[in-house]
């Protein structure tokens, strides 16, 4: 692959990687706004919904692990950077609206 091919397909997957966790990160938020409504079985849902879109950024991450692993030399790519930090920032949402979830269940059934 040349350089400007690798650099192409970069570009398209760290786009992948941004649009699906981005999407995934919001999709946690309206969970605890489903929450705090005491929509709980909706807020479940929306999770389920998010892992769900998640993952396919996640599989697009997986997608450049598999190019270097083929020997590819990977530039440094800022792209590539932001990316993997909206995906640890929809990492994090998950796992704050999660615990907040369950405290406004027990909270909300007393």
Same mark, same amino acid.
Do not use: N, W
């Given at each position: 692959?040349?350089? !400007? !091919?690798?650099?192409?397909?970069?570009? *398209?997957? @760290?786009?992948? #990687?941004?649009? %699906?966790?981005?999407?995934?990160? %919001?999709?946690?938020? &309206?969970?605890?706004? /489903?929450?705090? *409504?005491?929509?709980? *079985?909706?807020?479940?849902?929306? #999770?389920? &919904?998010? @892992?769900?879109?998640?993952?396919?950024?996640?599989?697009?991450?997986?997608?450049?692990? $598999?190019? $270097?692993?083929?020997?590819?030399?990977?530039?440094? @790519?800022?792209?590539? +950077?932001?990316?993997? @930090? $909206?995906?640890?920032?929809?990492?994090?949402?998950? +796992?704050?609206?999660?615990?907040?979830?369950? #405290?406004? *269940?027990?909270?909300? %059934? /007393?």
């Amino acid at each position: 692959m040349t350089r !400007e !091919e690798l650099k192409a397909k970069m570009e *398209e997957i @760290d786009f992948r #990687i941004i649009a %699906s966790v981005g999407t995934a990160r %919001s999709i946690y938020i &309206e969970a605890l706004g /489903c929450a705090k *409504e005491g929509a709980f *079985e909706e807020a479940h849902a929306k #999770i389920a &919904e998010a @892992d769900a879109i998640y993952a396919g950024g996640h599989e697009a991450h997986q997608d450049l692990l $598999q190019l $270097q692993g083929e020997g590819e030399e990977m530039p440094f @790519d800022l792209l590539l +950077v932001h990316a993997e @930090d $909206q995906m640890m920032s929809a990492e994090c949402f998950k +796992v704050m609206a999660m615990e907040l979830i369950e #405290i406004y *269940e027990k909270r909300l %059934s /007393c």
